[in-house]
């Protein structure tokens, strides 16, 4: 028995071998972790709620000799889904016959990525019918009512023009990022100048800031250390942080990005370049910032809509500082502002 139960404990999956009783005569570690009540010499009981679905599929399995598999779900809060394959061997010469050999794979993961595809789906639906229907409508005023007169034709034409925007917007969004997302994996190698990006940044937004009525201030360390990045990509990270921090900030306010070398304690641990951006807007609850990285999420939906806001800004904002083995801390107060620190780790000097 202690050869097979090596064996089996080296199996990732959770295996157990199972009498002619349904009775378990060997788990592996696996499966002594994946169901903690578990005892060997115990019946199926021991594995909760799973039990009874697979009781009876498990009696015929040995009966007809043969091999069957079952999807299941559990009962527990955070439902796990296992994949449960069972084979009857025979002609063993250290186990009583017939025996049954049980496997469980967990499904969960898969699970979980399935209902994130159908509600990513559902959510790129809704935004884009919003607009569509509001277009539609236009449309038909502008063939009714409107059609004769050059003021409201004007009006609505505006409209329209705001929603195909918003939908341009949409699609560039979701295109950037299916980009980022497969890009993530492979870190980018090249050397990067940071203070060339950030430069690069502040420029495309300067005209949002002069139009909302912001001031842009800026504290940059000259010549910071070089980092391996994508100059597009991290220009469009500090954009998404600074257009973020323009359009939900105070009247009048100052939009602050410092950049400077991280210090020691930086959440990365090792030498880093730290670019934050701060602004003195409304904040962000403490409950919501956790939430502010998943896509399509927005604290205030009709005030991000109004400005033709997607909500998939920050969620780039992460995948592109994954993709450089970097990451985005968001400290917020509600009613005096927000910093949002984007962390990159320094390229380590080539060896000569
Ligand atoms: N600096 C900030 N101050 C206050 N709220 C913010 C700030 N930055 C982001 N938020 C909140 O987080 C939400 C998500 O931001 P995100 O950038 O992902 O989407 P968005 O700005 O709505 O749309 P877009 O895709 O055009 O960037 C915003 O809708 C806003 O509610
Ligand atoms: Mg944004």
Not at 145 to 164: I, N, Q, T
């Amino acid at each position: 028995m202690k050869n097979q139960q090596k064996v089996i404990d080296g199996i990732s999956v959770p295996v157990m071998v199972l009498d002619n009783d349904l009775h378990i005569s060997l788990a592996n570690k696996a499966a002594f972790k994946s169901f903690p009540e578990l005892e060997t010499g115990a019946g199926l009981e021991k594995l909760g709620d799973i039990d009874r679905d697979i009781d009876q599929l498990f009696r015929d399995t040995l009966a007809n000799r043969g091999s069957a598999s079952v999807t299941i779900v559990t009962d527990e809060t955070f439902q796990r889904e296992f994949l449960i394959s069972v084979k009857t061997v025979v002609d063993l010469k250290d186990f009583p016959e017939p025996t049954l050999v049980v496997t469980f794979e967990d499904q969960t993961p898969l699970r979980v990525a399935k209902s994130m595809r159908s509600d990513f789906v559902a959510n790129v639906s809704h935004e884009i019918r919003s607009p569509l229907t509001a277009i539609s409508g236009f449309v038909e005023t502008l063939q009714g009512d409107a059609s004769d007169d050059p003021d409201a034709s004007k009006l609505f034409l505006g409209l329209m023009e705001k929603e195909v925007a918003r939908m341009t917007n949409l699609v560039s969004d979701l295109l950037s990022l299916s980009k980022v997302e497969a890009k993530e994996r492979r870190a980018p190698k090249n050397p990067l100048d940071v203070n060339q990006t950030i430069h690069q940044s502040i420029e495309s937004v300067s005209a949002l800031a002069d139009k909302r009525g912001k001031t842009l201030e800026i504290d940059v360390t000259p010549n910071l250390p070089s980092i391996r990045g994508k100059r597009d990509d991290l220009a469009r990270a500090l954009i998404n942080l600074l257009e973020n921090a323009i359009n939900y900030s105070r009247d009048g306010g100052t939009v602050r990005l410092s950049a400077h070398s991280a210090p020691a304690d930086n959440p990365l641990g090792g030498a880093a370049v730290c670019i934050a951006v701060n602004d003195e807007g409304e904040g962000i609850p403490a409950a919501e910032i956790p939430r502010l990285t998943e896509r399509f999420y927005r604290v205030d939906k009709s005030r991000s809509r109004n400005i033709g806001g997607t909500g998939l800004g920050l969620a780039i904002v992460k995948h592109i500082l994954v993709r450089h083995r970097g990451l985005l801390t968001i400290e917020s107060t509600v009613g005096k502002g927000s910093t949002f620190t984007a962390y990159l780790p320094v390229a380590a000097l080539q060896k000569t």
